[in-house]
């Protein structure tokens, strides 16, 4: 499968912004999909994950009730929709793909990866 993310710019804060990530190749519908996200001098963190039929996610603490993962198995697209964006959020964001079972939230359990997009918020 390859992956490639869009959506990212330039929002204020408190405004609302939505990440796609479209996959082709093998059937997407076969991994379990993440979003991580990566600042300047940080390592890359855990953001959201969704499970293969999409009947089940896990969010990070610092995101959660704010962001919003989701996908069209039929459209092979991942979503992230994320509100109530303050700085601390802007960062490139990067959508992943796993075969892991389990609801993996590290980055190595993630084999195949999109080029990432980036956001940045205005206060």
């Known amino acids: 499968v390859q992956l490639q993310a869009s959506g990212g710019g330039l929002v204020q804060a408190g405004g609302s912004l939505r990440l796609s990530c479209a996959a082709s190749?093998?059937?997407?519908?076969?991994?379990?999909m993440g979003w991580f996200r990566q600042a300047p001098e940080n390592d890359r963190e855990f953001v959201a994950t969704?499970?293969?039929?999409?009947?089940?996610?896990y969010y990070a603490d610092s995101v959660k009730g704010r962001f919003t993962i989701s996908r069209q198995n039929a459209k092979n697209t991942v979503y992230l929709q994320m509100n109530s964006l303050q700085p601390e959020d802007a960062a490139v964001y990067y959508c992943?793909?796993?075969?892991?079972?389990?609801?993996?939230?590290?980055?190595?359990?993630?084999?195949?990866w999109g080029q990432g997009t980036q956001f940045t918020v205005s206060s």
């Open positions: 992943a793909a796993t075969s892991t079972v389990g609801v993996p939230t590290y980055p190595a359990a993630y084999h195949t």
């Open positions: 190749g093998r059937t997407f519908r076969n991994y379990r």
């Open positions: 969704i499970s293969r039929s999409g009947d089940s996610t």
